[in-house]
């Protein structure tokens, strides 16, 4: 289930882009980044492999993906790929940083 938000319960958040109300579903915009973290996470990659190729900690990684649980409503990563991917997110190559 999608969560349905009036337009005036959108507001701007620093961690996260405005929300858009596209057809009655709020859809979440994500940072480059966080786009970078969900689409490994569908590549079945755990955060301590995002975190290596990324070139961060795994806490890191870690809170993006808490922060991310709480915008979508969800709790598991199967759950936040399914939402992703059902608003439109499509997992694109990441590729690793240079170290």
């Given at each position: ?28 915009h994500l940072s480059p980044r966080q ?51 059902l608003e439109g997110g499509v997992p ?8």
């Amino acid at each position: 289930m999608v969560a349905r938000k009036s337009p005036a319960s959108f507001r701007h958040d620093n961690d996260f882009h405005t929300e858009q109300l596209v057809s009655g579903v709020a859809l979440v915009h994500l940072s480059p980044r966080q786009a970078q973290i969900l689409s490994l996470i569908a590549e079945g990659l755990g955060d301590k492999e995002i975190a290596q190729r990324l070139g961060m900690s795994a806490r890191t990684v870690d809170s993006h993906l808490q922060r991310l649980y709480v915008r979508y409503g969800v709790h598991s990563r199967a759950a936040i790929i399914a939402r992703w991917l059902l608003e439109g997110g499509v997992p694109e190559p990441v590729p690793a940083i240079a170290e």
